[in-house]
């Protein structure tokens, strides 16, 4: 549990609390979904959920895309590499998720060259300085991550780097919303918007559900303050029954968004007619494929790709907690066959992943209360 | 994934036009700044890092402020490891840090409260 005054600005936290209370007092249930997976680790984080009236639900969204990635791309990918004798280049939250035969780091152990990079730049990197491999980047990544990656195949086409393509697994943020809102056993009144994904796309790509949907967006920064001045700014819209775009994160969201990375994505990436997401099915306009002016680069025209659907392993319930129709405990394996240590699904892998958020603040809500009692015997 | 880390613009890189070194909590690394090529910050800016691209600019005191959140998030390890790989300064490293989600210098990771 986070006392108020561990925060930095305690004195406006508690204002922006005491706000929140006093505008929740109507009894009225309150469910705000928050979109993005590194807004759900915050909450956690910093035990949001404790300041806030119990009135106020906070739903977790499906923004976190090494937590909605098939595991069939894992696994297509992996084949890659291992057949195809490809180096697979991936982000290091990549590297423990599960495939059906392991994941990358399991396979690492086996003989495949896996690696990891920190940014799609030093995957190309890898290429430039191993001319006798092929380096392949497995990309993942919502719109904040997709501009890099286009960035990268610019210059890598640029340069005319030949054993370097990409295996594109670039998910688009708003087709995921519009999904939650169509799924009939979701209700909600309001969204925080992603923090980061709207620094490249901006506040636009939101107004339709503000217009047509009567849900008030609020994009927000991660700080405390930010995620609770972006509550207040969403009741106060509810209380007076208007649905608008507001952004809360104005020190690094543009409401144009971000041209040059907008511009970069149009040139590399075009939309998929769909894709599957776990947990959300199928999904029209959802993700991005390269281009056929970078199909060179494009590793699912370079390799043979088996194209493998998984269904998730029966009890694990990760479609339902990614669609907040579930919360974390509430799926049956939590906690108990399915934890970090031995993740059966990305959710508990991921640092964004709602299982693993939740999971990490339970065990510093119990060690708290240990050390309390500790203190106090 | 969100991770932004902020960093200050310290240098050009001689004969790449896209790239400057970017300075985070001590650690120089070159970052791409294609992305804001529109409104080309200057050295000595700070800008917001993610996956090795600056993604956008900001002040310094946002930057001190975003360097305080992401130790109240936990993620300043994390942070600082990802951008001391960049270029491949660690290339294939796989310490616990970066595997399990869990910060081994925070002193509620998994093990401390096991032991």
Not at chain 1, 57 to 75: A, N, Q, S, T, Y
Not at chain 2, 79 to 89: D, F, N, P, T, W
Request: charged residues 20%; contains cysteine; glycine residues 10%.
């Amino acid at each position: 549990m986070r006392y108020v005054d561990e925060f930095r600005n305690p004195e406006l936290i508690t204002k922006a609390s005491d706000e929140i209370h006093r505008l929740a007092g109507s009894g009225r249930h309150y469910r705000i979904m928050e979109v993005c997976g590194g807004h759900t680790h915050a909450i956690y984080r910093f035990g949001l959920k404790d300041i806030l009236p119990s009135n106020i639900e906070l739903i977790h969204g499906p923004g976190c895309p090494v937590c909605v990635l098939p595991m069939g791309r894992i696994d297509d990918g992996l084949t890659v590499a291992t057949n195809s004798n490809v180096v697979f280049a991936a982000f290091g939250d990549m590297m423990r998720v599960p495939g059906t035969d392991g994941s990358p780091l399991e396979h690492k152990a086996r003989g495949t060259d896996v690696r990891i990079v920190y940014s799609p730049a030093d995957a190309l990197q890898l290429a430039r300085m191993n001319p006798g491999k092929h380096v392949m980047f497995f990309a993942i990544g919502f719109e904040t991550t997709a501009p890099s990656t286009a960035l990268t195949l610019m210059r890598a086409k640029g340069e005319g780097v030949r054993n370097f393509s990409v295996f594109c697994n670039h998910v688009t943020i708003v087709p995921a919303i519009r999904a939650i809102l169509d799924s009939p056993d979701m209700r909600l009144d309001g969204f925080i918007g992603p923090g980061h994904v709207s620094t490249v796309i901006g506040c636009r790509p939101y107004e339709w559900i503000a217009r047509n949907e009567g849900k008030p967006v609020v994009t927000s920064g991660f700080e405390p303050l930010d995620l609770l001045q972006s509550i207040v700014m969403l009741l106060r819209q509810l209380q007076a029954g208007e649905a608008r775009v507001e952004n809360q994160y104005k020190r690094a969201v543009p409401w144009e968004g971000n041209r040059a990375a907008l511009k970069a994505m149009a040139e590399v990436f075009q939309l998929r007619p769909y894709f599957e997401w776990r947990g959300l099915g199928f999904i029209s306009q959802s993700a991005l494929k390269i281009r056929d002016e970078y199909a060179e680069w494009d590793a699912e025209r370079r390799f043979p790709i088996p194209g493998t659907r998984v269904t998730d392993p029966k009890a694990a319930q990760c479609g339902e907690v990614l669609k907040g129709v579930l919360k974390p405990p509430q799926c049956k394996l939590f906690g108990k066959e399915c934890t970090p240590e031995r993740p059966i699904g990305a959710l508990m892998v991921s640092t964004e992943g709602s299982c693993a958020a939740y999971y990490n603040y339970e065990l510093r809500k119990a060690a708290a209360m240990v050390t309390r009692i500790g203190s106090v015997a | 994934m969100c991770l932004a880390i902020p960093g200050r613009i310290v240098e050009l890189v001689p004969g790449q036009a896209h790239l400057r070194t970017v300075e985070v909590a001590g650690v120089r690394r070159k970052v791409d700044l294609g992305l804001l090529q529109d409104d080309m910050p200057a050295v000595g800016d700070w800008v917001l890092i993610h996956v090795g691209f600056a993604m956008t600019k900001i002040s310094e005191q946002d930057a001190a402020e975003q360097m305080h959140l992401l130790s109240m998030l936990g993620e300043t390890e994390q942070a600082i490891q990802e951008v001391r790989g960049y270029g491949l300064a660690d290339a294939g490293g796989f310490s616990r840090a970066n595997t399990t989600g869990i910060q081994s210098g925070d002193p509620l990771s998994m093990n401390e409260h096991l032991a």
